[in-house]
T-cell receptor, first 118, second 110 residues
Framework: GAVVSQHPSWVICKSGTSVKIECRSL??????MFWYRQFPKQSLMLMAT?????????EQGVEKDKFLINHASLTLSTLTVTSAHPEDSSFYIC??????????????FGPGTRLTVL | AQSVTQLGSHVSVSEGALVLLRCNYS??????LFWYVQYPNQGLQLLLK??????LVKGINGFEAEFKKSETSFHLTKPSAHMSDAAEYFC????????FGTGTRLQVFP
């Protein structure tokens, strides 16, 4: 149990376009979902925390107008990178916490999305 | 503020040898501690977690970690390394969000 999926697994886009990444909890309801960014050979950097039905909380230094997060249901959160530029190229990983039941303290991670902006 | 420090960005062992990945934490309250593994171009997989029950925690793939309050440590061990263990390992402490260490890359040589 506790499977999280991401779609797409990789995407290549032109500079100036917008890209949407989906994060789904497949077999549980998630109270909270998190979005991370990971640069090559580095650790994960938390970008934002999203709770279903409310606005996302962004970490310091993350542009909320550039990285739009929507958490429309208890199983789906989306990250939209607007007007993408080459410096936005990165590995984006989402995670989710269970709603109720066991292991509500644990984050379950998706497989990640590799974004390349040309 | 809570934090974790992983000593050694790279660890190399021979297949069959003991694996020891070090993690020290800083926390003003009893922490929840986690070890995650990341294979190339993949997300993170939970290996094990400590949540103030038993101090010796057993995880998947033969890994275990021992919580030592006196040493503020939560080192990850495996008695016998396998080639498939080669990956990046992250220690993390949980507050209202996960705080990750910088990661340790484990290489396993035949």
């Amino acid at each position: 149990g506790a499977v999280v999926s991401q779609h797409p697994s990789w995407v290549i886009c032109k500079s100036g376009t917008s890209v949407k990444i989906e994060c789904r909890s497949l077999d549980f309801q998630a109270t909270t979902m998190f979005w991370y960014r990971q640069f090559p050979k580095q650790s994960l950097m938390l970008m934002a925390t999203s709770n279903e039905g409310s606005k996302a909380t962004y970490e310091q230094g993350v542009e909320k107008d550039k990285f739009l997060i929507n958490h429309a249901s208890l199983t789906l959160s989306t990250l939209t990178v607007t007007s993408a530029h080459p410096e936005d190229s990165s590995f984006y990983i989402c995670s989710a916490k269970r709603r109720g039941g066991w292991s509500t303290d644990t984050q379950y991670f998706g497989p990640g999305t590799r974004l390349t902006v040309l | 503020a809570q934090s974790v420090t992983q000593l050694g960005s790279h660890v190399s062992v021979s297949e069959g040898a003991l694996v020891l990945l070090r993690c020290n934490y800083s926390s003003s309250v009893p922490p929840y501690l986690f070890w995650y593994v990341q294979y190339p171009n993949q997300g993170l997989q939970l290996l094990l977690k400590y949540t103030s029950a038993a101090t010796l925690v057993k995880g998947i793939n033969g890994f275990e970690a021992e919580f030592k309050k006196s040493e503020t440590s939560f080192h990850l061990t495996k008695p016998s390394a396998h080639m498939s263990d080669a990956a990046e390992y992250f220690c993390a402490v949980n507050t209202d969000k996960l705080i990750f260490g910088t990661g340790t890359r484990l290489q396993v040589f035949p």
